[in-house]
Each structure stands twice: as C-alpha cells, then as structure tokens.
C-alpha cells in the first residue's frame, strides 16, 4: 500500500503558483519523497525529490515539514501543460531495489 | 542523454496468446523496473533487474517474466494472455548509486490491448 495521502484532484488558474500537499506521516529517518507527474496515457515524469531539507529545481521546488510527516510540492507559475496527475511516493532507496508504490495521486487541472 | 525507448508503443493481441515486450535504458543505466497500469488497478510494481538479476518481484502471477542482458536492456514476456492483462506497461531506468538516492525514469511505456 501507499505510505502516502494526497487529495484527489485541485484545480489552478493558469499563471498562479500550485501547490500539492501530501501526508506521510508514517516516513522513516531513511525515506525519501519524491514526486512524479502523468500527463494523460504517457510515462511518469520525475520531478523532484527531498530528504530533509527543500529542494528547488527547474520544474518545482519541495517543501518538506520539519517532522517530516508532509510535504508540499510547488509549481511557480502553472501553465495548461502542467495539467497532470500528481504523485507523491515515500521511497526508501538501496541501490536502487525498492519499487515505487504509486498511490492515486491528485488530478491537477490548471484553468485558462 | 536519450531517454527510455520502449518498443512496440501499441500492440494488440489475442487470449492465450503471448507477448514480448522491449526496454531500452538511459545509457550508463544498470537497473530496469518494469510497472503494469490499469484504470482499476492503477501503476503495480512487476519487477526489477540489476546485473542480468532478479532483485524484487511485485505480486503477479508466473505468467509474466522477464530478464536482463549483459548491455542491461530488458524484455519482459507474458504468456497466455488474458483480458485483463490489457494495460500500459511501463519501463523504468535508474543508474544504481553507491550512495544516496537513485531516481528511476520512464519510459513512454507500451499500450497493450488484448481482445
């Protein structure tokens, strides 16, 4: 099962800053969040990852709580292409053996 | 740097049929993870392969395998198809560090209908 919660879809006017919340109040010390994005019937797209600290990159930037028992994804400036499905994974990672658990995400629907 | 291929993008097949299907990972790449997507199941973990190996392996049935070559391309095959095995299959790629996290990438995956 996903260790992770997120609302089932938000919605976002064009040109504002989007933000997705997701819960993980069950992490350990040693898990990751990362986040991934699906644009209709194509490959999950990677967008960003986070241990402890807030992450920023071209796409996004992370907001991981002090607990660390959330996090908030932010799109700056969300355009119509960001529509997407959004997850939320807690991954822990050894060498790269652990499989991603895909919760439901939350559906993004970004408004003209 | 190319991106995941996977090859065919569309297929149609037949019940009992079976099917292969290719994975081609970013350059320097040495771990593939294969995932089924359905509407009602959503994105499941099949398996994934580092070293020609085996490492993890998500809950489905025996019908569905795959493997690893030495140049760490990857097929997976499913034999006697059935209907419910019509999905997108999606192929992952991930360099295996020694340290820290390893991100995996996907590929556009390959859009199985089976009538």
């Known amino acids: 099962d996903a260790k992770t919660t997120q609302p089932p879809s938000m919605d976002c006017a064009e040109g504002r800053a989007a933000n997705l919340p997701c819960n993980h109040s069950t992490i350990s010390g040693n898990e990751y969040v990362y986040w991934y994005r699906q644009i209709h019937s194509q490959g999950p797209q990677y967008i960003i990852h986070g241990l402890k600290n807030n992450e920023t990159n071209e796409m996004a930037s992370l907001i991981i709580t002090e607990d660390r028992k959330s996090s908030t994804l932010i799109l700056p400036h969300a355009t119509l292409r960001d529509t997407a499905v959004y997850y939320c994974?807690?991954?822990?990672?050894?060498?790269?053996?652990?499989?991603?658990?895909f919760g439901k995400g939350t559906k993004l629907t970004v408004n003209p | 740097k190319a991106g995941v291929t996977q090859t065919p993008r569309y297929l149609i097949k037949t019940r009992g049929q079976q099917v292969t299907l290719s994975c081609s990972p970013i350059?320097?790449?040495?771990?593939v993870s294969w995932y089924q997507q359905t509407p009602g199941q959503g994105l499941q973990f099949l398996f994934e392969?580092?070293?020609?190996?085996?490492?993890n392996k998500g809950n489905f049935p025996g019908r569905f395998s795959g493997r690893q070559f030495s140049n760490s391309r990857s097929e997976m095959n499913v034999s006697t198809l059935e209907l419910g095995d019509s999905a997108l299959y999606l192929c992952?790629?991930?360099?295996?560090?020694?340290?820290?996290?390893?991100?995996?990438?996907f590929g556009p995956g390959t859009r199985l209908t089976v009538l």
């Open positions: 392969y580092f070293s020609e190996t085996q490492r």
């Open positions: 994974i807690v991954r822990l990672t050894q060498g790269g053996s652990e499989k991603l658990v």
């Open positions: 350059s320097g790449h040495r771990s």
């Open positions: 992952a790629s991930s360099p295996v560090v020694v340290y820290g996290t390893d991100t995996q990438y």
